[in-house]
């Protein structure tokens, strides 16, 4: 935990959570293993997918200059918002986000959501899902043989459908981070990686969507977005020496790291980055402490076991609860933004996709809540040096 949490305190959160994320393979099938190894494997076969819906409108709004050689920027639609509400408090913010960023029908799905309640979102892309299976041994990542991964590679026609989706999703307003490449977790994983080793990953993620859409179509294409633009990191599992990856973030000009476990408050820069944590949360009707990350509250729930169908419902609405006490919580202390993280999976019949939604549909409308994208987020608390005065931290 970075300097200025308690120690007692962090060391509570580290010993109440599991930290862990399993992304899907490109292709929709089974990875091997890529949790921590003190933890059970998650089932990764998706439940029925929701049914694909068509693609919004681009919304308005004022677009930065895109930088770079290859195309857009990775989030350059971005929105205003004033210091303080009508009630005296800063807006409370609630930043959803998704790991892995894969699966075609919940991109459809998740951009239909946000498009009801004019919410922007926040997806971290896995470089395998923009780059095909026939080229892989392109990729060298760090302590792993060429063409090394966890989530594997995808194929041309998916490669050139996500191209395309990405484009959409960033001209609606959401930001594209980095999730990296092979997502190696656990004893051989990020974890070991240092500064140099993390700059190497960050340039084959850059590699990867500027050359995947070209390779997969066979013929000169665009990249989606100009990944020089992005500007946060969600490491795979949360996992990594901070302060190694963090160091290689600055040089490449980033502003955010969304990695670390943390608590419900204000954020401040660590190592020269805005520290976007997942929160400690009590699961509802419990004592457990957990994450605001849909496999750890899988984990709480069942071990990231699927439950029988029966339970779904009472589990779902455990999750659904779960969110609304963090609102709540939220609001009865100044408003400390709420970031919620989620993956591209249906894990446990899809209890944790549904709860969020739903969550998303009937929070994002009230009237002190503006749900954004964590370079929104970046970009107020830049324009209000933090925290708004008066608020507590």
């Known amino acids: 935990m970075r300097p200025g949490v308690h120690l007692l305190a962090a060391a509570a959160v580290v010993a109440a959570v599991v930290v862990g994320c399993a992304d899907v393979e ?24 929701p049914t694909p819906s068509a693609t919004p409108t681009p919304a308005p709004g004022p677009t930065a200059t895109p930088s770079g050689p290859q195309g857009v920027a990775a989030a350059p639609i971005t ?21 892995g960023a894969g699966d075609l029908a919940l991109w459809s799905h998740w951009r239909t959501i946000a498009r009801k309640v004019d919410a922007r979102m926040t997806f971290f892309l896995s470089g395998p ?8 041994t392109d990729y060298k990542p760090p302590l792993h043989k060429p063409g090394a991964s966890d989530i ?14 990405l484009r959409d999703a960033i001209a609606e307003g959401h930001e594209i981070g980095t999730h990296v490449n092979g997502h190696f977790c ?13 700059t190497v990953e960050f340039n084959a993620f850059d590699q990867m969507v500027r050359n995947g859409p070209r390779l997969a179509a066979g013929r000169p294409m665009a990249a989606p977005f100009d990944p020089a633009t992005v500007k946060g990191l969600r490491t795979p599992c949360l996992e990594g020496n901070r302060a190694a990856y963090r160091k290689a973030m600055v040089q490449r000009g980033m502003l955010y790291d969304a990695s670390a476990p943390g608590y419900l408050r204000w954020p401040s820069k660590v190592d ?25 509250l899988w984990y709480a729930q069942t071990k990231a076991k699927r439950a029988p169908i029966a339970h779904v419902p009472q589990l779902r609405a455990q999750v659904l609860k779960t969110y609304r006490q963090a609102l709540a919580r ?12 989620n993956h591209f999976n249906r894990w446990n019949n899809s209890v944790y996709s549904d709860a969020l939604s739903t969550f998303v549909l009937e ?7 503006r749900c954004v994208s964590n370079i929104e987020l970046t970009g107020w608390l830049a324009k209000y040096a933090g925290v708004p005065s008066g608020r507590r931290p």
């Open 186 to 198: 656990g004893p051989k994983g990020v974890d070991a990686w240092n500064t140099a080793q993390w």
């Open 330 to 341: 939220s609001r009865a202390n100044g408003n400390p933004p709420l970031f919620l993280g």
């Open 129 to 136: 899902y923009l780059y095909p299976a026939a080229h892989r």
């Open 152 to 165: 594997g590679w995808s194929t041309p026609a998916d490669v050139l459908a996500r191209t395309t989706i």
């Open 363 to 369: 929070t994002c409308k009230q009237p002190d809540v």
């Open 272 to 296: 020269g980055l805005w520290s976007f944590p997942l929160q400690d949360v009590v699961l509802a009707g419990t004592t457990k402490k957990t994450l605001t990350m849909d496999y750890n």
């Open 26 to 49: 490109p292709s929709g099938q089974a990875p091997p293993s890529d949790t921590p190894s003190t933890t059970p494997t998650p089932s990764k076969t998706p439940s029925a997918t």
């Open 79 to 99: 929105r205003a918002f004033p210091a303080r509400l009508p009630n005296g408090k800063p807006p409370l913010f609630v930043v959803v986000s998704f790991d």
